[in-house]
């Protein structure tokens, strides 16, 4: 009866848990409590899908990230203050050691307000470096709202991104037929430095973008921060323990007034956009997504089982069919043939899925001891309702030693997969070497040490029954 009682326990747990792979748990911090209306659509959302909202101010003395030694919070969202900085709980360290404990921050910043010098001292952490310049923002004047920036041409309309490259994933593409606008308004750049792989860029500014200060009053910009693709609107890292951090140039981007907006972009390059008409922002949908990457409701791979054995003892059968004693052995004997498997699924907002490689992309297995020996490609098996078993079969090389079986998946947007088993690898033993007539190179020397003995013995048979010639002899008489 007990364990009935808990397992209807936990399963009430999972019902009311967030759809979130990490927690639900969401610290929202807020200098001006004035300002939530503005974001309720966006609170709204998150609360919608199964996150616990709680707004502190940065002022506040009590807040703290950490709680005896544990993450107090799940995910922190980091509104820009209008003060110069964030407080006693919000240390450049104190973000440092919340995201090495593995927990996901969204950072937005604004044109409208300073940014304090403990974020700009945490972006240069991460090698994302801010205009020197406080008021600097991004402008555009062929990619532009008509209805709102007609004079000022500070509300950036930027098409939805495309794939970063061949074999990477894509969360932002949003229905992927093209058309589709997210607002940028008065907002700031940035630019990544070239040296943290961590880092990816998002959404990057069109090549007519550049950044600048409004307050310097002249007709032409000399010495811009950054120009075109080099200016990045939307950042993301995720660190090597999969923990992710998110920077948002535009905090309006979340405001209710652009989720609901009208745009009309301008006449770009090229007569780009002469017909064009009134349609919605996409900020809503780009809003949810990159929050749900942010905070691992997408993008998330988990590992089930790995399984390796000899190739023989699965042939014909299905992977459950192998025998468990004959499953992931811990000694291996060069040149065996050796199946591995691993079975791999991806979160999507509620449920896991199988796991699909991005087109172009290639998962790898790796046998390896110092270096690899064998470097091959997992092929797709067996799909079932919620993952996808990858398999490759080899053969183990001649030479022994202590080996490893290693999967290193690591993709942008993608949460990381390092998983390595270690086997041993033996010579042949003695009764294990082939027999040496069923080497055919050696019958020639078999034939000849037969040839030997087989007239070796002849001869002596005919010397030991050939009688030897008699010698006559002559008697002498007296």
């Not at 791999?344 to 046998?367: A, C, H, R, V, W």
């Not at 067996?382 to 022994?400: A, E, G, K, M």
């Not at 999967?407 to 088993?421: A, Q, S």
């Amino acid at each position: 009866m007990r364990w009935i009682c808990s397992l209807l326990i936990l399963g009430f747990l999972g019902l009311v848990q967030a759809f979130s792979t990490s927690g639900s748990r969401v610290l929202v911090v807020q200098e001006e409590a004035a300002d939530k209306n503005k974001f309720s659509k966006f609170w709204a959302d998150l609360t919608g899908r199964g996150f616990q909202l709680a707004f502190e101010s940065p002022k506040n003395e009590k807040l703290s990230l950490f709680e005896h030694g544990a993450r107090a919070y799940d995910h922190v969202i980091l509104l820009p203050p209008k003060s110069k900085g964030l407080g006693p709980a919000l240390t450049p360290k104190a973000i440092l050691d919340f995201v090495n404990a593995e927990g996901n921050i969204l950072l937005t910043l604004s044109a409208e307000s300073p940014t304090p010098s403990a974020i700009t001292s945490l972006l240069l952490e991460f090698e994302i470096q801010l205009p020197q310049e406080k008021a600097s923002l991004v402008v555009d004047h062929f990619n532009y709202d008509l209805l709102s920036a007609s004079e000022k041409h500070d509300v950036v309309l930027v098409p939805r991104p495309d794939t970063l490259r061949e074999g990477a994933a894509n969360f932002f593409k949003g229905t992927g037929q093209g058309g589709e606008y997210i607002a940028f308004p008065r907002g700031l750049g940035h630019t990544l430095g070239n040296s943290n792989p961590l880092l990816t860029p998002v959404l990057r500014a069109p090549r007519t973008s550049y950044s600048y200060n409004p307050k310097e009053e002249s007709e032409g910009v000399e010495e811009p921060f950054a120009v075109g693709k080099q200016l990045s609107l939307v950042s993301a890292l995720q660190a090597r323990n999969s923990a992710r951090f998110t920077l948002l140039g535009s905090v309006e981007m979340l405001e209710n007034t652009w989720f609901d907006a009208k745009i009309k972009r301008s006449i770009g390059e090229m007569q780009v956009g002469r017909d064009a008409k009134k349609q919605p922002t996409s900020n809503r949908a780009f809003a949810e997504e990159i929050s749900a990457w942010t905070f691992k409701e997408i993008g998330v791979v988990k590992v089930g089982q790995i399984e390796h054995h000899l190739a023989t003892a699965g042939r014909g059968k299905g992977l459950s069919a192998v025998p468990s004693a004959e499953l992931n052995p811990k000694i291996y004997r060069v040149k065996n043939d050796v199946t591995y498997s691993i079975e791999i699924s991806q979160y999507n907002y509620d449920k896991y899925e199988p796991f699909t490689l991005p087109p172009g992309d290639d998962l790898q297995l790796e046998f390896s001891m110092l270096s690899p020996f064998q470097r091959l490609n997992l092929s797709p098996s067996i799909t079932t309702s919620n993952s996808t078993i990858f398999t490759s079969s080899f053969t183990v090389p001649d030479q022994h030693g202590i080996f490893h079986f290693r999967v290193n998946y690591k993709r942008p947007f993608l949460t990381y997969i390092n998983e390595k088993r270690t086997v041993t690898v033996r010579h042949f033993a003695h009764d294990e070497w082939p027999r040496s007539w069923q080497i055919s190179g050696g019958w020639v020397w078999i034939a000849g040490v037969w040839t030997t003995v087989l007239v070796w013995l002849a001869f002596v048979g005919i010397w030991l029954y050939s009688e030897p010639v008699k010698e006559k002899t002559i008697k002498k008489i007296q």
